[in-house]
Structure formats: C-alpha cells, structure tokens
C-alpha cells in the first residue's frame, strides 16, 4: 500500500489536485460586452442580396476612402520609421517628447501650462478612458454618463464593477446637459461625471456658457470631471471649448487622440491631460495610478510617439476646414432628405463630430414598432445600414454618420424615403387591411440586427463582401 501511494505521488502531482477531465472556463470579463454588440451582432448576411449594401453606420472616418488624413501627418511617422531611432521601448506614460508636445497642445490660456508629468500617452482613446474611469471609481462606487451617449462607457464601467448612472441630454436645448438629472443622481457613492463635448451620437457642441454651467454644478457636488474630447476641433460654425478652459477649482481629466481629428483611428494613439489648477488631487495618488496602468499596455507605437510633435506643430488649419467643411455639407444632406419625409425629423442639427441623429415617429410606418426594428427591416429591403438609437440610449432615433460621400448619401436617402413610402402608415382602415394580407400562415421570428465581431471598431460595423455566409 505504501509502494502505491509513492508511486501516485512521485510526479509531484497531489491526488487532490489531479484533474480528469478538461475545464476551462473564460473569466467574468466575458459578460462586458459592448451594447451595441448586443443589438447590432453579426448583421452580416441580414441585407437585401440584390442591393449593394451601403453603410451609414460606421463611426470610422476612413471607411469611404474620400477623407485623408494631412500628408504631413504620414510623412512624419514615415520618418519616425524610416529613422531606425524609435525601435526600442518607452517610458510607459510616453516618449518625453510625445508627452510635452501633447501638453503644449493642451495648456489653456491664463493658467498655468501643463507640464510632461500631466500627461499620459495611451493605446487610442479607448484606453485613455479605461484608465480614466479605473483610477477614479472603485467597485460598487458610481459614474454618471451621458444619456445619449456612447456605450463604451458603460462597458468600461461593467468590468470594473462600476455602477452606470445615465443624466439625462436635453434635444430641444441642442442636446444640453440636464442639470438637475446630475444633481438628482448623485450621492455618496458617485465618484465623477464623464462629459463629451463634441458628442457622439448627438453631434452637440456645447457652448461657452453652458460648460460654465456644468463646471458650477459639479464643483457644488465636489465631482472630478472626465471630459471625452476625441472630438476636440471638429466643429461646423462654433469655437470648440475644452473643460478644463472653464475650470479652475475641478479637477478635469481630459482625453483625445489623433483618431478622429486627424482621421487615423487606426493608428491607436491617445492620452489623458490632468488639469487640476487648485491641486484638489494632491495626495489622491490619481497620477501614480494612472502611471501603473500605463505600465501594463506600455504605450501604443513608440515611432508614432515620435511623430506626435510635428503632427500637432503643423499648421493644417486649411486641410481641416475642407475635411469639416465635407462633414457640415453631409450632415445638411442628411438633415435636409429626413426633412422631406413624413415621419422622419432632425430634432436638434448637428454642431460637430461626425453623427447625426434622426427621430423616427415609431407609429407612422408598418412593423416598425422600434427603432431597432426599422433599422433591421431598411437593411433587409433596401440594404442601408444604420445604427439604432437604442445602442446610444436613444430609443426612437437612429444615428447615421456624416463620413459618407454626399453622392452615396442622396443614394441611401432614395432608398430610405423608398422604404418610408412604402411602409408608411396612412390609416388605420389601411393598417388593419395591410395587417390582414400580411400575416403569413406560420409566425416568423425576427432576429435583431447582427454584425460580425471582428470587422470595424467599437461599432463592428466595417462591413466586407468577404465576410458574407458562403464567400
């Protein structure tokens, strides 16, 4: 007995310990999914064969191909490349240099001028918000987001064990921030309010006056202020104004990257600029925990950091009014088709950023109950993808982007008010004899629209022939 027992045990492996059978199981991280991933899941396949399918769903500037980037932008990381100087690690918050020309690019005028300690260089802005929201809130602590807003957050937000609270934006007021919904959501256990400015998916470009406003607010509720400026400089007719410009005594943690601004979302450059002009966050430990996480990705490309400087020196004000000057001319198209068709409205026009939102009177087309209903059954028939309001918070809306060339937009927006005319509701006589014809002899069973994963960004939205079923 004793000779078996030795020899059970002399792999070194303990009886107790010996497994079987395999059981290997994913972590709870599996649960935080992107909202939109749960309406908007493997769409393809879902469109008309017989129509080439058109997105307006991509919040990818490159998608098209119509809009590039500066050409001194990607002559500058060619020649941080090309160099054979940048091969080698970082500092995990960033190259010095990255890190001061970020800060230079950020300081506000009348304070005092962020230095290199303030910045952190990210792997897009993405991360910039993760680090963010992991630094501020504990498990089981609170973070109040937009509502619209853009469900990353709440992501972000879920696999940290953070509680969502959603404050409300006003439509009729240019989608504003609801103050009292701020003040009425918080308590003890919020630990900061996320803003964006410009907003994704509303297009918003709040003034002056009102970030005044929501500066006085927070500061009344002692809350830190995470302000997602991804969007920063893309405006239409109206000065884009930081946070932390209005800020003095809360502390702002502002985050941006070259993705959107410089449309290279590809790139995966980011970074977070701490502005804490009254050193409220002295002794927090904010900064050194915001460095241990950026010791974990170690920064995204080190000959991108290199490039950084000379892409945010460059002069590109006339190459960034033509990209903006395409963007207002597509967002006029879009506004102005919804404008023509009965039971679509532009409730507040776009400012910036690259979205507009449009209002679908639920009860004026046929079988299209919700906004996640009409955007599957436009895919099905006319093969124009859109993304429903309901992955913003949005019920009732849906988003369609300005990326699109204006010459495929008026050929969506045929197709749309195509669909609208023949779905649209006229009577109820009309509706009980349409009811009456169309009800098939078996219940068919809907699915929601689905995308594929592993196609486009955040969205999944990038969508190729390739991935087709069969192809």
Known sequence: MGDQQEQATSDGIDDGARRFTWSVRASALTVSANPIRLIVDDLVGKENPELELISLAQGDPTAYGHLKPPEEAVAAVVSAFSSGNHNGYAASTGLASCRMAIAAAHSCEGRPPLCRDDVFVTVGCSEALEHCIAVLAAPGSSILLPSPGFPLYETICHRHGIVCRFYSLLPEQGWEVDLNSIKRLTDGTTAAVLINNPSNPCGAVYSREHLQDIVRCVDELKLPIIADEVYAGMTFDKRFVPVAEVATSVPVFSVGALSKRWLVPGWRLGWVCVHDVNNNLQGSGVREAINSLCQISLGPSVPLQAAVPSILLNDDKKWLAGIMGSLKLAAATIAERASKIEGLST?????????????????????????????????????????????????????????????????????????????????????????????PAHPVHFGLPRVASQVGGHEGLLLRAAHKPGK
């Open 347 to 439: 409730v507040a026009p776009p400012q910036g950023a690259m979205y507009v939102l449009i209002q679908v009177d639920l009860n004026a087309f046929r079988d299209c109950s919700t906004d996640v209903r009409f955007a599957e059954k436009l895919l099905a028939e006319e093969s124009v993808l859109v993304l429903p309001g309901n992955c913003f918070k949005a019920p009732g809306f849906i988003r369609i982007v300005t990326t699109v060339p204006v010459s495929v937009l008026q050929t969506a927006w045929d197709r749309i008010e195509t669909f609208c005319s023949k779905r649209r509701i006229k009577s109820r006589k009309s509706l009980d004899f349409e009811a009456r014809i169309m009800v």
